[in-house]
């Protein structure tokens, strides 16, 4: 599992030539530290890290308060419509992304949000799987303890606040970790919408290291890797809690 971050290591250290020698040079004769200089000069590296980190932070706000609330309304509220509208939320993630890139980038054009963080944030606002992944989380809570807060006079809004998000906190964790993951490696969105390199997150500027004719492997893999450190960081730390929202979800 480890070795394709090794490899990678050992290329971003490497030259172009023991990069795309045949057979591949496994060791570089000397460490190529410059690469890693390379690839802070190249893009503006820490204004495109400031911009994926940006849109990490809105992104998995709105996913708490949103995905939270709307997976606690349908995991425990009765209301007309209930399973049809959940139903659509789930039919949502049978639909390939691509099918709405036309009709969003039109509406984010009309707004005037091209190659701005909010154009690239807005769409991602609400995740149907984050909604699904919390409505689980919700079902497998005990529901004596709503009864309990009801007896003691407390609302919707009440037991919701106090008793059900506090023991949701497993849930959120994994909810958050897997939405900076997925805002940290998007590139399709952010490859439409950002045109500007300083309005670009890390891995759009990723991306336009390749060239047309050529690419700077060595350069590249140098920038991947500073780019993969903070995430990678974060995963092992939270890996646990991960493993236990998605398992205490999915029963």
Known sequence: MAFPFAWQLIMSLSTNAEVTGVPPTLWPSSLQWVNYADALSKIPFFQQIWVTVQVAIVT???HVVFCTMAGYAFARMRFPGNRLIFGIFLAVLMIPGQVFILPVYQIIQGLQLLNTV???????????FGTFMMRQFFRGLPVELEEAARLDGANSFQIFRRIMLPLAMPGISALVVLGILDSWNDLLWPLIVATGSNNMPISVGLATLQ???STDYVTMMAASFLAMAPILILFIFMQRRVIEGISFASK
Do not use: C, R, W, Y
């Open 60 to 62: 998995n706000i709105a």
């Open 211 to 213: 060239g047309d004719v």
């Open 118 to 128: 909010a154009g690239i944030v807005l769409p991602g606002l609400i995740s149907a």
